[in-house]
C-alpha cells in the first residue's frame, strides 16, 4: 500500500505502460554498461601505466597501488563531478497487515521480496489492478546515493563467487612447492597459530578500546573480534610481486607467499565460525533457552566447527583434484587441448561451488584443489593444455586482483554507509600492529629452536613488514554491513587496505636494501628434482618445473645484481613423511610417472595396480625400454618377456599380463 512519494515526479501524460518499461529497462542497461565501461577503463589504464613504469624502471609503486589510486581518483569524480540526471524513484510503501510484517520480522527477518499492487483508485487506466515484485538488497536507512553511484557498487556475492576463487587457485596452482614444502612445518604454524594470535589480540585490543570510548559502546566483542579474524588475513601481493622479480632468498619468499596463503583461508574459516557462533546464540536467545551467555561450551563448539569446516573444505579440494587428475590419465582427453583445458577449468571451479553448497568454505576448497591440479594434473595435461591453463590463471588472477583493489578504490566514495571514527581507525592501527609483532617475532624463536636454517632477523623485519592487507580483508568486511557497527568495521578496513598497500607496497624495494636481504638467488639444480628423489620417476613434472623448462635461460643463468648462494633448508619430517607416500601411492595412480603402482603395491594388490596403471606408464617403464638401436615398432612380446625376467618376483608376470591393456 503506497503511502507517500520521495521520488521523481510524474509527467503531465504518462507513457503507456510497456513503453514505460522498456524505457527503464534501457536506462539501466545503460547505467550497468557505464558502470563496466568504467571499470574497464581503469584496469586499461593500470596495465598501460604498468608498462610505462616497467619500461621506465620506476619501482616505487606497484601495480595494485596503482589500481587503488586510479581507483579513488575515479571514485572522487563520480562523487563530486558526476550529476546524475536520472534520480532513483523512491516510493515509501507501509503493510496492508502490520501484524503479518511483525510476525515475519520476528522470526525471519525482512521479507525476501515484497509486493506492490496498485488497486482501482490509481487514476493511471493502464496501471489498474497491476502488481509488482521488489527483491530484499539491504537496509539503507538515510544513505543518498544516485543511480551511477548504486551501479558502481557491486552485490559482495559477486567478490566471493567469482573475483576470488580464481585469484585463491592461482596461488595454489603457481606455488613453488618445493621450499613451500621445505618450510611447511614453519608455514603452518605461522598461518594457524599465528592468525589466532593476530585475531585474539586485534579483537582484544579493540575490544577494549570501545569500552573505554563511550560512543563505541554499540561494538559488541563479536564484532571485534570478526574484524581481528578479517584483517588479520594478509594479502601481500605487491611484496610477493618484488620477491619474484629481485629472487630474494627463497625461504623468505617461501615463509611470506606460504603463509599468506593459509592465512587467508584461517582467517575465512575463522570469520565462518564466529558467523555459525553468532547464528547459535541468537537462535538460542530467540527461542528464550536458559544459558545464553557466552560459556566454555560454546568455545569448545566454535573450535570444533573451526577445525571441521577446515578438514572438509580441504578433503573437497583435495578430492576434487585427484578426481580431474585420474580423468585427464585415464580419458585420453589430451588428444583434444581445448575439451581437455574446458575440463580442468570446470572441474577446478566446481570445487568452490560444491563446497559453497555443503556449506563449506568454498576459498580453502579451491586452494587445495589448485596444490593437487599443478602436482597431479598438470602432469596429464598436453603440451597445449599446460601453457593455456597457466596463460589462462595468470591473466584472470591479474585481472581479478586489479579489479578488486580499483574496486576499493572506487567504493572509498562512492559506498553510501561509510562510518568513519577516528579513535576505532587509530585503535585498529596500532593494534594490527601489535598482533603482527606477537605473530612473527615469538613464533620465529620458538621455529628457530628446531631449524637448521634460522629465521634470521632480517627475514623476521620482512615479515614483519609484509603484513599488508588486501583482497580477502576487503571481500570479508563488505559481505555484511547491515549495521552500524559492522560499516565502520568496512570503512576502517578500507583505509587500512589502501595505507598498507600504498605505503608498504611502495617501499618494499628500500627495506630489502635497508634490512640488506639477499636478492638475485638462484635455485639449484638440485631443485628440479621432487622433494624425495626417485631413480624411476620418470614422466612427471610440475607446474614450475614446466616454467623453468620453459624459460630458455634454465637455472643457470645469471639474474639480479650478482647470485648468492642460498641456504637450503633439510626436509621437514612432515615433508619426508608425505613424500613417501606420495611417490609410493599417489604419484603412481594419478600420474604417468614411474615407478608404478605394480612396482610399489604388495603383491598381494597386483590386480588393483594393474587396473590403475596407465598404457604411458607401461611404456615408459624403465624395464619396458628396449635396447639401444630397437625401433619402437619392435615393442612386442619380446620385450614384455625380458621384463618378466628382471622385475622382482610376481611383477613380471603382471607386466605380461598387463600387455592387454596396451
Known amino acids: 500500500m503506497a503511502d507517500d512519494d520521495s521520488g521523481g515526479g510524474e509527467s503531465e501524460h504518462p507513457l503507456p505502460p510497456d513503453v514505460s518499461y522498456d524505457e527503464k529497462k534501457m536506462l539501466l542497461h545503460k547505467l550497468d554498461s557505464l558502470s563496466l565501461l568504467l571499470y574497464t577503463f581503469l584496469l586499461t589504464l593500470t596495465v598501460v601505466t604498468i608498462w610505462l613504469f616497467k619500461h621506465r624502471r620506476v619501482a616505487f609503486i606497484h601495480e595494485t597501488g596503482l589500481a587503488i589510486i586510479y581507483g579513488l581518483v575515479i571514485g572522487a569524480i563520480i562523487r563530486y563531478g558526476v550529476h546524475d540526471d536520472y534520480q532513483v524513484s523512491r516510493l515509501a510503501v507501509k503493510p496492508v497487515n502490520p501484524q503479518k510484517m511483525h510476525d515475519q520480522l520476528s522470526k525471519g527477518g525482512p521479507p525476501d521480496q515484497l509486493y506492490l499492487r496498485s488497486k482501482g483508485e490509481v487514476e493511471i487506466e493502464e496501471y489498474h489492478n497491476k502488481t509488482w515484485v521488489y527483491d530484499f538488497k539491504g537496509e539503507v536507512k538515510d544513505a543518498k546515493e544516485s543511480e551511477i553511484d548504486e551501479k558502481t557498487t557491486f552485490d559482495p556475492e559477486i567478490f566471493f563467487n567469482i573475483l576470488l576463487p580464481p585469484i585463491i587457485f592461482h596461488a595454489g596452482y603457481a606455488m613453488k612447492k618445493k621450499y613451500f614444502f621445505r618450510n611447511i612445518g614453519s608455514i603452518f604454524t605461522f598461518a594457524f597459530i599465528g592468525t589466532a594470535i593476530s585475531t585474539f589480540t586485534v579483537g582484544g585490543i579493540m575490544h577494549g578500546v570501545t569500552r573505554i570510548v563511550p560512543n563505541l559502546s554499540n561494538v559488541t566483542f563479536i564484532d571485534n573480534l570478526h574484524f581481528g579474524a578479517l584483517i588479520s588475513a594478509t ?47 541468537a537462535t538460542c536467545i530467540t527461542t528464550a533457552q536458559n544459558n545464553c551467555d557466552y560459556n566454555m561450551w560454546h568455545l569448545i563448539k566454535a573450535i570444533l566447527d573451526f577445525f571441521g569446516i577446515f578438514g572438509a573444505s580441504f578433503l573437497v579440494g583435495s578430492l576434487m583434484g585427484c578426481i580431474t587428475a585420474l580423468l585427464t590419465k585415464f580419458t585420453h582427453i589430451r588428444a583434444h587441448p581445448l575439451l581437455e583445458s574446458t575440463l ?206 620453459g624459460s630458455g635461460g634454465g637455472e643457470n643463468g645469471s639474474v639480479g645484481s650478482g647470485p648468492s648462494q642460498q641456504q637450503r633448508p633439510e626436509k621437514s619430517w612432515l615433508a619426508l613423511q608425505w613424500a613417501g607416500i606420495d611417490n609410493k601411492l599417489f604419484k603412481p595412480l594419478l600420474t604417468h610417472s614411474n615407478p608404478t603402482l605394480m612396482d610399489t603395491l604388495p603383491n598381494r594388490c597386483l590386480p588393483i595396480g594393474r587396473i590403475f596403471t596407465s598404457r604411458e606408464q607401461l611404456l615408459n617403464h624403465p624395464m619396458m625400454q628396449d635396447k639401444e ?34
Open 235 to 281: 594479502d601481500p601481493v605487491t611484496v610477493i610481486a618484488i620477491f619474484t622479480d629481485l629472487n630474494v632468498d627463497v625461504n623468505l619468499h617461501a615463509l611470506v607467499f606460504g603463509e599468506s596463503v593459509l592465512n587467508d583461508a584461517v582467517a575465512i574459516v575463522f570469520v565462518e565460525a564466529l558467523k555459525d557462533y553468532e547464528e547459535n546464540v
Open 344 to 549: 580442468f577449468v570446470l572441474m577446478s571451479y566446481s570445487t568452490f561451488l560444491l563446497a559453497e553448497v555443503f556449506e563449506l568454505t568454498g576459498i580453502v576448497a579451491v586452494l587445495f584443489c589448485g596444490i593437487c591440479q599443478a602436482h597431479y594434473t598438470y602432469n596429464n595435461l598436453s603440451r597445449e593444455s599446460k601453457d593455456s591453463t597457466k596463460h589462462f590463471f595468470d591473466l584472470l588472477n591479474f585481472m581479478a586482483e586489479n579489479f578488486i583493489f580499483s574496486y576499493i578504490g572506487v567504493s572509498m566514495f562512492t559506498f553510501p554507509k561509510h562510518h568513519f571514527d577516528v579513535v576505532y581507525i587509530s585503535g585498529a592501527f596500532v593494534a594490527i600492529f601489535i598482533g603482527r609483532f606477537l605473530n612473527v617475532y615469538p613464533l620465529s624463536a620458538i621455529l628457530n629452536v628446531g631449524r637448521t636454517v634460522r629465521i634470521s632477523g632480517s627475514i623476521q623485519h620482512m615479515m614483519m613488514f609484509s603484513g599488508l592487507r588486501g583482497a580477502i580483508a576487503f571481500a570479508l568486511a563488505i559481505r555484511n554491513t547491515v549495521s552500524e557497527s559492522r560499516q565502520m568495521i568496512l570503512s576502517t578496513t578500507l583505509l587500512i587496505v589502501i595505507v598498507t598497500v600504498i605505503v608498504n607496497g611502495g617501499s618494499t624495494l628500500t627495506m630489502l636494501n635497508w634490512l640488506g636481504v639477499p636478492t638475485g638467488v638462484l635455485e639449484d639444480q638440485a631443485e628440479s628434482d621432487p622433494i624425495v628423489n626417485s631413480p624411476l620417476h620418470g614422466g612427471y613434472q610440475s607446474v614450475e618445473e614446466g616454467q623453468a623448462g
Open 629 to 662: 638401436g630397437t625401433s619402437s615398432g619392435d615393442l612386442d612380446s619380446a620385450a614384455f618377456t625380458s621384463v618378466a625376467d628382471t622385475v622382482p618376483l610376481g611383477q613380471g608376470a603382471s607386466l605380461k599380463g598387463a600387455q592387454g591393456h596396451i
